[in-house]
């Protein structure tokens, strides 16, 4: 244990304590050096906690400071000060809480020239963390005195060195300040949030203000160098700040409360954030903001500078990736994101103006996109076209569609949206020339374009079916969607000679997952033209598929129809999951002009897959064609497709009234309800399910998708459950569960499932007598096995055969599925089934008690 000086954070020093004040020096010195070398660490890493534990090291900590050559030491010594202080600054008399954090501050402006810049953001973040640490006791004058200094640093008085120092010190203040980077202090959190509320309210606004000034000063001097000026660290460091403070969430306004936010006047739509895989921040300052942000030519002069200098170094392809010009992309792109109650409501045009001022800067980075993508895949950096992509999504963000796709007409012949497909669709043929595993610029291009269809197109989808495009953009989704669908059948087509272990192949389908459901968004914006060319494309595979029997190898066919039934199901049918689901209000409301059911895209789309699905009862198909994996895709659209649009309830699908009353609705809502062809799909998709379980043994996957979504899609609905009780198709499988000993193969998670619809298909007879009996002679063979194993005289022999506890596991299993799904219409024959099977089953417990 060293033997510290308890001086307080004052005081002169004797001859005593200066020998003291070196040899602790020296210890710590030794130490930090011996963990450098990994020598002897155990005892070194003692000696350096015991300056950190000491009580009052902060003499101690200076002198080290102040007079080491070892910069771990230096750096030791300011981690000493931070954690004593913070431990006792109730002790500490106020003049020296103020006394550490002047040293501090006073410490990193002395040293500003250094070259251990780890030492001096120590210092500077431990100056940030007492500030923090007595900010509520501080009165105005005090904080006054601190930020006095700063603010001369700032300006740029003292040099370059020393107005990076300032800049760098209130990085740290804002980062202790906001809760998700603040350090932590063993305090309440009322204590964090008061202070947050305190910097938000008085100062925040003030030091964006100090770093746009700092940024000004040093600006004119960049723009007119022809090389690397000392001047660009303190540029980029203002722009990192900036940055930094427009990421702060803004909660409070002036008065004090909490800011009120317009999401519906803004066009924001939070709820879609969820889905996204790119981070999009919305700024909301609020009102007070907008004479630093947006009156004084703040945006203006970033975009200038950024362009001026990018022209300079046009030819240096390094450049764009040097930390000022990141900063500087990465400011812009967050103004892009600004929102809420800094544009007056009463001036719409202000917000169109700020978001055409920064298009218009943003627009060099990613237009023309073919030109640009040629320079990236030669070898340019794509890191500009990225922020190029992130802004689309910010502007996207934050306004309407029409709003979106307006904004670009001023500086071109055709609209946002057009050039949003023009980008992603040149990103897609990257994709396509470049098929390897590895990510590229271009996988994270798309996933954020993506991403910014999405933001877009998530609102309209659901608005009723009033909100459309305007007819351009229309068109531009269209051709993208025609460019992406081509682009997957050709991976699925590449994908027919490759291999893939287990856990890469359920990586990729759910990634794939999750972007088809944006394929979805963009082919419903253009259903007009996108759902004929679904159909034609999977007419003609299926055509090829019949052409090519027994003479071509189908393998490449049949992946691209693997494909396109993915495809086509996120197109026709939500997920649904845990909710009704809805025909999708675009496939509702456009069609106008179709009268007949037959002639409808969706219908014929439909009953096109359907009849192709129908083809796997043939044996000879099912051999030549359906494979496994092809029969998961057929299943998959089946069971979403079915909830969807099998025997619809149309008062669970209604819209506005002037979809109500198209005629092409009605005919998309009738053509597969029970009067009509929904009886006929339904028997053949119950022949479906059965033939896949008893053709397909051992196909974990498939069998979970017949009986997890598939066949417990069709019970819940309850107006189909009258109809399935009618079908010879559903007493066979009704039959094959009970006596069919291929189906006592399944998993138990497929065996409980099963048995669970079943038993919930019972809601289809018109009595509760019937219901009950429907039960009993479903079950009666699971519990009269139980009861006769437990009464044979060997029972405890018998019980330790594989086929004995296979059928026992099946047999709970099935109990278990059919106890889940008890209604008050099955109540009885559930309880009675329980009732019997109750000693067999304790007896089994006791057989099995050591299993």
Known sequence: ????????????????????????????????????????????????????????????????????????????????????????????????????????????????????????????????????????????????????????????????????????????????????????????????????????????????????????????????????????????ATLRLMYQILNWEFRYSKGGTRASINVFSDGIRPDNASARKTECIIVQPGASWCDVLLSSSHVGWLINLYSSVRQKFDLEGYWLDCPVAVSARKLIVQLCSLAGEIFPSNNVQMREQHLLLLLSGVLPWIDPPDVISKEIEEGRSGSEMIDGCRALLSIGTVTTPVVFDQLLRSLRPFGTLTLLSMLMGEVVKVLMANSTDEETWSYEARDILLDTWTTLLASMDGSGGNAWLPPEGMHAAASLFSLIVESELKVASASATTTEDDADCLASVSAMDERLGSYALIARAAVDATIPFLAKLFSDRVACLHQGRGTVDPTETLEEVYSLLLIVGHVLADEGEGETALVPDALQSHFVDVVEANNHPVVVLSSSIIKFAEQCLDAEMRSSIFSPRLMEAVIWFLARWSFTYLMLVEDCNLGSNQLQSLPSRACLFTFFNEHNQGKFVLDIIVRISLTSLMSYPGEKDLQELICFQLLHALVRRRNICFHLLSLDSWRKLANAFANDKSLFLLNSGSQRSLAQTLVLSAYGMQSSDASNQYVKDLMAHMTSSLVDLSNNSDLKNLAQRPDIIMLVSCVLERLRGAASATEPRTQRAIYEMGLAVMNPVLRLLEVYKHE
Not at 78 to 83: D, K, N, P, T, V
Not at 108 to 130: D, I, P, R, T
Request: glycine share 6%; hydrophobic share 40%; aromatic share 10%.
């Open 1 to 236: 244990m060293l033997g510290f000086s308890n001086d307080s954070a004052g005081g002169g020093v004797g001859a005593e304590d200066l020998a003291q004040l070196q040899s602790t020096m020296r210890a710590i010195e030794l130490a930090c050096s011996y963990i450098q070398i990994n020598s002897n660490p155990v005892a070194a890493e003692a000696t350096i906690l015991s300056l950190h534990q000491s009580p009052q090291p902060y003499k101690a900590c200076r002198y080290i400071l102040e007079h080491s050559q070892v910069p771990n030491a230096r750096f030791q010594a300011a981690a000493a000060i931070r954690e004593a202080a913070i431990r006792e600054w109730s002790f500490l008399a106020t003049d020296d809480k103020g006394g550490l954090i002047s040293f501090c501050l006073s410490y990193v402006m002395q040293h500003a020239n250094s070259s251990e810049g780890y030492v001096l953001s120590k210092v500077s973040s431990v100056a940030a963390q007492l500030m923090k640490r007595g900010w509520l006791e501080f009165t105005p004058a005090e904080k006054e005195v601190f930020f006095y200094q700063i603010n001369q640093a700032i300006l740029g008085s003292r040099g370059l060195d020393v107005q990076f120092i300032g800049i760098n010190f209130l990085e740290s203040l804002v980062s202790e300040f906001s809760p998700s980077t603040s350090s932590a202090m063993g305090l309440p959190r009322e204590f964090h949030e008061n202070c947050r509320k305190s910097l938000e309210q008085n100062f925040l606004k003030t030091f964006y203000q100090w770093a746009k000034d700092a940024a000004l000063s040093v600006t004119n001097k960049i723009i007119e160098s022809h090389s690397s000026v000392p001047e660009v660290k303190v540029c980029n």
